[in-house]
């Protein structure tokens, strides 16, 4: 016989939960070993890593061994006694799933007496299983089915007198899946999936024998500690847990792999289809970021593609008082040509921009900013990216010379020690917090640097932080010189690491400011307000703990000293030599699915794609000889100087593709007043979102279900978004129905009106037309996207299957280099008028503004923003749980209800910004990273008052939103601003 080795490609079709061909389950995980093990199963050779069960052995060598307790994400459990077998020399008829390979065995699989045993096993399965598989909604989806074919069980001795479950009663609370006990056969599959994959611990086996049972919690699903992620349903292996999806269209019959749409961990999900219409989404197990685990939002919140907010049709109008007109695409497209023509006529090309998303596709991105760049003729392109994550790429560039993350999200695994700063990662990158859980129920030490009690502090007896810094909001800079202090005093510093890597004087300089008194941790503890000790034992164990990674989100960048602090952590992770190797390094948490690619792709106003200055000849030499026409060498304008320039009168156009700047950006009404005083405002969206309310062309984009293309995750990952059904905003002329249009295309149509022709067929020729240009991208091909999965930038000659771990043998700029990182108080400061400081934060199941998730089911967790105060505050205003209370800063005031909680520090409230109307950016300053004018959404002084109606601002939002919603058909009534 031939030796058969493993292989990631070999495949082969098992039960219809896993029957696409790179789905296969092996029934339990893949041993790291690399001693190599050979042994007979069923007269087969077959040579496996050691430490392998014979299960794993079987299946991959061809031989479906019968299963029910056991998958390949989940460890060996042996309950359901399916999957017996006899090994000559030994006794009895062990577990295959829990018995590991040894050298020399010999294993049968398939004999009389294991056919009899499982058989009578799964008889008295069946024995206590309601028979309604005709009417069930897994007919033919269901693995006791399968295995009830598989061992050849035709009859059932055993009635249904005496006790049973059949009567158990559904629960129904959770908006997205039905808990049916009476189909459970205990096998614990979602019991160890809450617990292994996801690591809540919301669900227990409870009683013993007979009255075992599934429990979540005291009263049910929703009311229990159950995220909603999903594991438990992909787990359960009959009809017990199952997507009202399925229940309601029936079982799925084809399925295509694209990347999640929501947070910056990239996920790899098969949208599961009946023709064009998704019935589930299933997480990829192949999916390099989240192998095969899911949130509530990527698994069950998508039905806001078909949501009837939705705006299918191309809308004009001549004025944001005027209702809207629904038009075909070409009178649209050629509207807002011909207005972008009189405006450059009129104005010049610098009263004209556009803005790119992080929701949007790299294609989509780069086809954007070379529209502004090529036919606008002006750099006036900007990004939500840098309103949240701009400081990372400039103080990353500056010390390491790359300006992304230097890990991949497995690295985390061989951590030792986790450090966290200004981010939540469980309601943020929920899947990514889960591998990071696991690590930390295995030994890793964690430190989290946040003013707030984020759930990882105390998240469970499992789980929680060794030291929380709770700092005051706006000294993070303080507390990374306070840390940096004691590793340079106490002579913690890896200077082998230093000299070999860094630049020595920049270190030398560096390492003599740490060291000042006044950077120690005593020094700095009243500016802190955290006690010294923690603090130094908190850098002693970063600088000795093994592998430290850190990890950083928002509450870092969005701060007035962002880049400072990014540049902080930087210095750090040098110092401690925690960069160039798995299980280290400097990991920027992005919040939106593209932020990473949205950068890459150029657009920001004043880098090319693969963050090329625009100055530079070279660089725009190539890029005049690709696009063939003359390009700018002046910066353009960020979105805060465009914003400016149009309340002042000079910039008056503006196309705006997937981005809310009016619910995301800060100072709502400074925002706002400058769009009603621009003439073109172009909208590319889903919905009328708050920024289409004041647009005078509307293009309906395609939601990710139905575009090719690319995203870039946290870690570089690019992977590939497939179109699963066709685009839904085709526009209806003359009775005709015109097909509808990826956001690429709409861009492209655009350009062409405006007498530049891009001549792409698919999102795939702009993909090679970025790796044509851009250095970092050059290996980077849909073709190679197909065979590998994803690829992590740089992708090149020298890394062509892309680079997981950057920086390992010296920095992109060559020698790392350390700055001097003075700390500057914000001059965003508490007085007696504004006393408190507002901090801002995301939930688990909402996203960014809430545009998607509102319109899912996702509202029974979150229905509005609520503001959390310190029950000292609280008591010192007269307010108590649930009262009304008017938000007032130096920009606005904002009223919502209020959650008295001790997870916010006295002296600090926090508050989400997923609901428009709750109005968090109305209060934010225009303060901002004096480096690259990203918001300082984090710090913002108020004062807190209990009241009994809505803010000034919230009752005009609420009459304007109303008659723009009925301008667009969204109304009954028809509707008029005075």
Same mark, same amino acid.
């Given at each position: 016989m031939d030796d058969i080795k493993y292989s990631n490609t070999h495949h082969q079709?098992?039960?219809?939960?896993?029957?696409? &061909?790179?789905? +296969? =389950?092996?029934? !339990?995980? $893949?041993?790291?070993? @690399?001693?190599?093990?050979?042994? #007979?199963?069923?007269?087969?050779?077959?040579?496996?890593?050691?430490?392998?069960?014979?299960?794993?052995?079987?299946?991959?060598?061809?031989?479906?061994?019968?299963?029910?307790?056991?998958?390949?994400?989940?460890?060996?459990?042996?309950?359901?006694?399916?999957?017996?077998?006899?090994?000559?020399?030994?006794?009895?008829?062990?577990?295959?799933?829990?018995?590991?390979?040894?050298?020399?065995?010999?294993?049968?699989?398939?004999?009389?007496?294991?056919?009899?045993?499982?058989?009578?096993?799964?008889?008295?399965?069946?024995? &206590?299983?309601? +028979? =309604?598989?005709? !009417?069930? $909604?897994?007919?033919? @989806?269901?693995?006791?089915?399968? #295995?009830?074919?598989?061992?050849?069980?035709?009859?059932?001795?055993?009635g249904y007198e005496g006790e049973n479950h059949l009567k158990a009663e559904k629960d129904e609370s959770n908006p997205y899946f039905t808990f049916d006990p009476s189909k459970c056969i205990v096998c614990s599959r979602c019991v160890r999936a809450c617990e292994e994959t996801q690591g809540t611990y919301a669900l227990t086996i409870s009683g013993r024998g007979f009255e075992s049972k599934v429990a979540s919690g005291i009263n049910n699903?929703?009311?229990?500690?159950?995220?909603?992620?999903?594991?438990?349903?992909?787990?359960?292996?009959?009809?017990?847990?199952?997507?009202?999806?399925?229940?309601?269209?029936?079982?799925?019959?084809?399925?295509?792999?694209?990347?999640?749409?929501?947070?910056?961990?990239?996920?790899?999900?098969d949208a599961e289809?009946?023709?064009?219409?998704?019935?589930?989404?299933?997480?990829?197990?192949?999916?390099?970021?989240?192998?095969?685990?899911?949130?509530?939002?990527?698994?069950?919140?998508?039905?806001?593609?078909?949501?009837?907010?939705?705006?299918?049709?191309?809308?004009?109008?001549?004025?944001?008082?005027?209702?809207?007109?629904?038009?075909?695409?070409?009178?649209?497209?050629?509207y807002a040509a011909s207005e972008i023509k009189r405006i450059e006529a009129k104005y010049g090309k610098h009263a004209m921009g556009g803005i790119t998303s992080s929701r949007c596709t790299n294609e989509e991105v780069y086809v954007t900013q070379k529209l502004v760049r090529a036919v606008f003729g002006t750099n006036n392109v900007d990004t939500c990216a840098r309103v949240c994550h701009s400081p990372t790429g400039y103080g990353l560039k500056q010390t390491l010379g790359e300006s992304a993350g230097t890990q991949t999200f497995d690295s985390v695994m061989k951590s030792d020690v986790i450090l966290i700063i200004g981010a939540n990662p469980t309601d943020g990158h929920p899947v990514f917090a889960s591998q990071m859980k696991r690590r930390l129920r295995e030994g890793a030490k964690l430190i989290i640097a946040d003013p707030r009690e984020i759930d990882?502090?105390?998240?469970?007896?499992?789980?929680?932080?060794?030291?929380?810094?709770?700092?005051?909001?706006?000294?993070?800079?303080?507390?990374?010189?306070?840390?940096?202090?004691?590793?340079?005093?106490?002579?913690?510093?890896?200077?082998?690491?230093?000299?070999?890597?860094?630049?020595?004087?920049?270190?030398?300089?560096?390492?003599?400011?740490?060291?000042?008194?006044?950077?120690?941790?005593?020094?700095?503890?009243?500016?802190?307000?955290?006690?010294?000790?923690?603090?130094?034992?908190?850098?002693?164990?970063?600088?000795?703990?093994?592998?430290?990674?850190i990890y950083y989100g928002l509450g870092v960048t969005e701060h007035s000293q962002g880049s400072t602090m990014v540049m902080g952590i930087a210095n750090l992770a040098m110092a401690t030599g925690n960069v160039g190797r798995e299980g280290v390094g400097v990991n920027p948490l992005r919040g939106q699915n593209n932020v990473q690619g949205s950068c890459d792709m150029g657009s920001m106003p004043h880098e090319y794609p693969g963050y090329r200055h625009v100055s530079d000849e070279a660089t725009r030499a190539l890029f005049e000889s690709a696009w063939g026409r003359p390009l700018s060498n002046e910066p353009g304008l960020r979105i805060p100087n465009m914003l400016d320039q149009a309340s002042e009168g000079s910039f008056k156009a503006l196309y705006c593709v997937g981005e809310d700047i009016a619910q995301s950006d800060p100072n709502t009404k400074h925002v706002t007043h400058a769009l009603e005083q621009m003439e073109c405002v172009i909208v590319q969206d889903l919905f009328l979102?708050?920024?289409?309310?004041?647009?005078?062309?509307?293009?309906?984009?395609?939601?990710?279900?139905?575009?090719?293309?690319?995203?870039?995750?946290?870690?570089?990952?690019?992977?590939?978004?497939?179109?699963?059904?066709?685009?839904?905003?085709?526009?209806?002329?003359?009775?005709?129905?015109?097909?509808?249009?990826?956001?690429?295309?709409?861009?492209?149509?655009l350009s062409k009106a405006l007498g530049y022709e891009m001549n792409y067929h698919h999102a795939s020729e702009i993909m090679d037309e970025i790796a044509a240009l851009t250095p970092t991208f050059k290996g980077v091909s849909f073709k190679k996207l197909d065979e590998l999965g994803s690829i992590q930038w740089p992708c090149n000659d020298e890394a062509p299957l892309g680079t997981p771990t950057m920086h390992i043998d010296e920095f992109v700029r060559g020698k790392g280099k350390f700055f001097i990182t003075q700390y500057v108080p914000t001059t965003e400061k508490v007085n007696a008028k504004f006393p408190l400081i507002l901090t801002t934060g995301r939930i688990l199941s909402q996203y960014n503004v809430g545009a998607q998730t509102r319109r899912t089911k996702n509202v029974a967790w979150h229905s509005e923003d609520i503001v959390e105060i310190h029950p000292h505050d609280a008591e010192e205003r007269g307010i108590k749980e649930g009262d009304w209370v008017g938000i007032t800063s130096r920009a606005g005031e904002t009223v919502l209800r209020v959650k008295i909680t001790e997870r916010v520090q006295p002296g600090v409230i926090y508050t989400t910004f997923h609901h428009p109307e709750s109005g968090a950016n109305v209060i934010t300053t225009e303060n901002s990273d004096w480096a690259t004018n990203c918001p300082e959404f984090k710090v913002t002084a108020v004062q807190v008052t209990r009241v009994n109606q809505l803010s000034d601002w919230q009752q005009h939002y609420k009459t304007f939103s109303e008659a723009q919603l009925a301008f667009a058909g969204r109304d009954q009534e028809a509707a008029k601003i005075e």
């Amino acid at each position: 016989m031939d030796d058969i080795k493993y292989s990631n490609t070999h495949h082969q079709h098992e039960h219809s939960r896993t029957n696409y &061909d790179d789905q +296969l =389950d092996y029934g !339990t995980p $893949a041993s790291q070993s @690399d001693v190599q093990v050979t042994l #007979m199963i069923d007269d087969r050779e077959i040579t496996v890593p050691e430490g392998t069960s014979i299960m794993r052995a079987s299946i991959m060598a061809g031989i479906n061994v019968p299963k029910l307790c056991a998958t390949d994400s989940l460890e060996a459990f042996g309950s359901c006694r399916l999957c017996v077998v006899e090994i000559e020399g030994r006794r009895g008829y062990p577990a295959s799933c829990t018995t590991p390979v040894a050298e020399g065995l010999k294993v049968h699989t398939q004999t009389p007496k294991l056919a009899d045993i499982r058989r009578g096993t799964m008889e008295l399965y069946i024995s &206590d299983h309601p +028979l =309604d598989c005709l !009417t069930c $909604a897994t007919n033919g @989806d269901c693995e006791l089915q399968d #295995m009830a074919g598989a061992v050849g069980l035709r009859e059932v001795r055993y009635g249904y007198e005496g006790e049973n479950h059949l009567k158990a009663e559904k629960d129904e609370s959770n908006p997205y899946f039905t808990f049916d006990p009476s189909k459970c056969i205990v096998c614990s599959r979602c019991v160890r999936a809450c617990e292994e994959t996801q690591g809540t611990y919301a669900l227990t086996i409870s009683g013993r024998g007979f009255e075992s049972k599934v429990a979540s919690g005291i009263n049910n699903f929703l009311d229990s500690e159950c995220v909603s992620c999903g594991a438990c349903v992909q787990a359960c292996p009959t009809a017990t847990l199952i997507e009202k999806t399925v229940i309601e269209h029936g079982v799925p019959e084809h399925s295509v792999t694209t990347t999640c749409a929501y947070c910056g961990v990239g996920c790899s999900f098969d949208a599961e289809m009946k023709g064009e219409e998704v019935v589930r989404m299933v997480p990829n197990k192949n999916g390099g970021a989240n192998h095969g685990h899911s949130c509530v939002k990527g698994r069950f919140a998508w039905g806001y593609a078909t949501h009837k907010d939705r705006i299918t049709t191309p809308m004009i109008r001549k004025s944001i008082t005027d209702p809207w007109q629904v038009v075909g695409w070409d009178e649209a497209v050629n509207y807002a040509a011909s207005e972008i023509k009189r405006i450059e006529a009129k104005y010049g090309k610098h009263a004209m921009g556009g803005i790119t998303s992080s929701r949007c596709t790299n294609e989509e991105v780069y086809v954007t900013q070379k529209l502004v760049r090529a036919v606008f003729g002006t750099n006036n392109v900007d990004t939500c990216a840098r309103v949240c994550h701009s400081p990372t790429g400039y103080g990353l560039k500056q010390t390491l010379g790359e300006s992304a993350g230097t890990q991949t999200f497995d690295s985390v695994m061989k951590s030792d020690v986790i450090l966290i700063i200004g981010a939540n990662p469980t309601d943020g990158h929920p899947v990514f917090a889960s591998q990071m859980k696991r690590r930390l129920r295995e030994g890793a030490k964690l430190i989290i640097a946040d003013p707030r009690e984020i759930d990882l502090v105390k998240n469970s007896p499992h789980v929680h932080a060794d030291y929380h810094l709770n700092l005051r909001p706006g000294t993070n800079v303080a507390l990374i010189s306070a840390l940096a202090h004691v590793v340079v005093t106490e002579g913690l510093v890896k200077e082998d690491f230093v000299k070999a890597r860094c630049e020595w004087d920049s270190f030398v300089a560096w390492r003599d400011f740490v060291a000042k008194p006044e950077n120690s941790p005593e020094a700095l503890a009243d500016e802190l307000g955290v006690d010294p000790a923690i603090v130094r034992a908190s850098a002693r164990m970063f600088a000795t703990g093994g592998n430290g990674a850190i990890y950083y989100g928002l509450g870092v960048t969005e701060h007035s000293q962002g880049s400072t602090m990014v540049m902080g952590i930087a210095n750090l992770a040098m110092a401690t030599g925690n960069v160039g190797r798995e299980g280290v390094g400097v990991n920027p948490l992005r919040g939106q699915n593209n932020v990473q690619g949205s950068c890459d792709m150029g657009s920001m106003p004043h880098e090319y794609p693969g963050y090329r200055h625009v100055s530079d000849e070279a660089t725009r030499a190539l890029f005049e000889s690709a696009w063939g026409r003359p390009l700018s060498n002046e910066p353009g304008l960020r979105i805060p100087n465009m914003l400016d320039q149009a309340s002042e009168g000079s910039f008056k156009a503006l196309y705006c593709v997937g981005e809310d700047i009016a619910q995301s950006d800060p100072n709502t009404k400074h925002v706002t007043h400058a769009l009603e005083q621009m003439e073109c405002v172009i909208v590319q969206d889903l919905f009328l979102n708050e920024t289409a309310m004041y647009a005078h062309v509307f293009f309906p984009g395609a939601s990710f279900l139905e575009k090719s293309g690319t995203f870039t995750n946290a870690e570089r990952r690019i992977s590939p978004v497939r179109r699963v059904m066709n685009p839904k905003n085709g526009a209806l002329v003359n009775g005709k129905q015109e097909a509808g249009y990826e956001d690429w295309e709409i861009t492209a149509k655009l350009s062409k009106a405006l007498g530049y022709e891009m001549n792409y067929h698919h999102a795939s020729e702009i993909m090679d037309e970025i790796a044509a240009l851009t250095p970092t991208f050059k290996g980077v091909s849909f073709k190679k996207l197909d065979e590998l999965g994803s690829i992590q930038w740089p992708c090149n000659d020298e890394a062509p299957l892309g680079t997981p771990t950057m920086h390992i043998d010296e920095f992109v700029r060559g020698k790392g280099k350390f700055f001097i990182t003075q700390y500057v108080p914000t001059t965003e400061k508490v007085n007696a008028k504004f006393p408190l400081i507002l901090t801002t934060g995301r939930i688990l199941s909402q996203y960014n503004v809430g545009a998607q998730t509102r319109r899912t089911k996702n509202v029974a967790w979150h229905s509005e923003d609520i503001v959390e105060i310190h029950p000292h505050d609280a008591e010192e205003r007269g307010i108590k749980e649930g009262d009304w209370v008017g938000i007032t800063s130096r920009a606005g005031e904002t009223v919502l209800r209020v959650k008295i909680t001790e997870r916010v520090q006295p002296g600090v409230i926090y508050t989400t910004f997923h609901h428009p109307e709750s109005g968090a950016n109305v209060i934010t300053t225009e303060n901002s990273d004096w480096a690259t004018n990203c918001p300082e959404f984090k710090v913002t002084a108020v004062q807190v008052t209990r009241v009994n109606q809505l803010s000034d601002w919230q009752q005009h939002y609420k009459t304007f939103s109303e008659a723009q919603l009925a301008f667009a058909g969204r109304d009954q009534e028809a509707a008029k601003i005075e």
